[in-house]
């Protein structure tokens, strides 16, 4: 089941989504008639897994982790999908990363990764935008609309054996297999689960294959992870309203 929230002139909703259409407790809806798609979920917290795939090591010249490495990003960098990127006047090296993502549906703490499905609402996909030439990972990852988010959540999908791929401008740039993660989905948001108290609506990004080129405005960012959706966004120039 598809799980999405969409933004009407009377607030938010959230239902099940099928097809372009949202059925909520309060009405049906059609999404671009109605209202648009919001992210699918409200985060207290983004945390996101770095260096999680070999083909990035090799790519980045990381060293393999020993356990997962991790950041943070802040609610204020998610944006939906459909929504544009902005590039910011500050960079000249804008890139993007496509993830999968965990929500969390309850509070939750000290998981054992056999525990993990128990508090997973779902799963979404995530694109990492990174400005590249900035010092420091909060100044390159934690800017406002730097968590594209979207474009829903599904909540039957198992998260070790999908299959994606990320598209700009209509060239395919990434393709990769869950599988390949150097800890799996499981794993990971378990350990997060020893070091912070997981709210619902938390999300936990697992990291992205390598990553071969920046994106321009002016491009179209979309990535695809089978059986839970395509997250599409426009990038387009912060200095233009």
């Known amino acids: 089941m598809r799980l999405a929230r969409l933004l009407t002139p009377d607030g938010p909703v959230t239902g099940r989504y099928d097809e372009g259409t949202i059925y909520a407790t309060e009405g049906i809806y059609e999404v671009g008639v109605d209202g648009r798609l919001l992210p699918p979920c409200e985060p207290s917290a983004l945390y996101c ?8 090591l090799e790519q980045m010249e990381y060293e393999r982790p020993e356990e997962p490495d991790f950041f943070i990003k802040p609610p204020a960098s998610i944006v939906a999908d459909g929504q ?7 960079t000249d090296e804008l ?18 990764p056999e525990e993990v499905p128990e508090v997973v609402r779902g799963y979404t996909v995530m694109n990492d935008v990174d400005a590249l030439d900035q010092v420091g990972r909060t100044a390159r990852k934690a800017f406002d609309g730097s968590a594209p988010l979207g474009p829903w959540i599904e909540t039957e999908v198992d998260p070790t054996n999908i299959d994606m791929e990320t598209y700009v401008g209509g060239e395919k740039r990434q393709e990769a297999n869950t599988e390949l993660m150097l800890f799996d989905p499981y794993e990971l948001v378990a350990h997060l689960s020893e070091r912070f108290t997981l709210r619902p609506g938390d999300c936990i990004a697992f990291g ?3 990553n071969p080129g920046l994106v321009e405005p002016g491009d179209t960012v979309e990535i695809t992870y089978d059986g839970v959706g395509t997250l599409t966004n426009d990038v387009v120039d912060a200095s233009f309203p």
């Open 208 to 210: 992205s294959p390598a």
């Open 95 to 112: 890139t993007y990363a496509g993830e999968l993502v965990a929500v969390i549906d309850e509070r939750c703490r000290d998981l054992t």
């Open 49 to 56: 897994v770095g260096r999680n795939y070999a083909e990035t």
């Open 84 to 90: 544009s990127i902005s590039y910011p006047s500050w």
